[in-house]
Nanobody, 120 residues
């Protein structure tokens, strides 16, 4: 059973910072791309940032220059969020493309989500 366990999140004032972390656990062969998505209340889920196993990153335009994504080893990903704005308020979900065996194609797994609220 593969699990993505998230931590971090919470309430912060505009201009503040938060750090999210997500660790993949269970039995699998390899974790490929990891990333963060968010879903504001009443809106669709959107990509925030991704990082490949080789360290290549990609960010949504709305967070460029404010958010940083990184990986610790192979199975843990972090999202450092600085200069937070009220429009960053959302449930943030960790995502990972994971191969459960050397012969299996990767599948997408999701964390349970963590609330980030930025007050003005």
């Amino acid at each position: 059973q593969v699990q993505l366990v998230e931590s971090g999140g919470g309430l912060v004032q505009a201009g503040g910072s938060l750090r999210l972390s997500c660790a993949a656990s269970g039995r699998f062969f390899r974790v490929n791309t990891m990333g963060w998505y968010r879903q504001p209340l009443g809106k669709q889920r959107e990509k925030v940032a991704t990082i490949t196993s080789g360290g290549n990153t990609d960010f949504a335009d709305s967070v460029k220059g404010r958010f940083t994504i990184s990986r610790d080893g192979k199975n843990t990903v972090y999202l450092q969020m600085d200069s937070l704005k009220p429009e960053d308020t959302a449930v943030y979900y960790c995502n990972a493309e994971i191969s459960i065996s050397a012969y299996a194609i990767s599948s997408a797994y999701w964390g349970q989500g963590t609330q980030v609220t930025v007050s003005s």
